[in-house]
């Protein structure tokens, strides 16, 4: 993922924009929520990292993505 790119260079800001990009092009793939959840934790915008996480689950996501979504709720102190 391009976003997860931009984030190891540390601009978030174009992680943002890449990973919104994502979920405008393919909304039914779970990974692109995910994503878009660890840019939003990195700007510190934990409820709509939450948010994204939970819309992730929605989309049965495969076993071991769904595992990582759900350790990432738990992290950021809420409930699968």
């Not at 976003?3 to 793939?29: I, Q």
């Not at 939970?54 to 495969?62: D, I, Q, T, V, Y």
Request: aromatic content about 2%; hydrophobic content about 45%.
């Amino acid at each position: 993922r391009r976003s997860e790119a931009w984030l190891a260079k540390g601009d978030r800001l174009a992680a943002l924009r890449d990973a919104d990009e994502a979920v405008k092009l393919d909304p039914d793939a779970p990974v692109n929520y995910a994503a878009r959840a660890a840019v939003m934790r990195s700007l510190s915008r934990n409820d709509d990292a939450i948010a994204d996480l939970r819309k992730a689950l929605s989309l049965n996501p495969g076993d071991a993505r769904k595992r990582q979504i759900e350790a990432a709720l738990k992290d950021l102190g809420a409930e699968p």
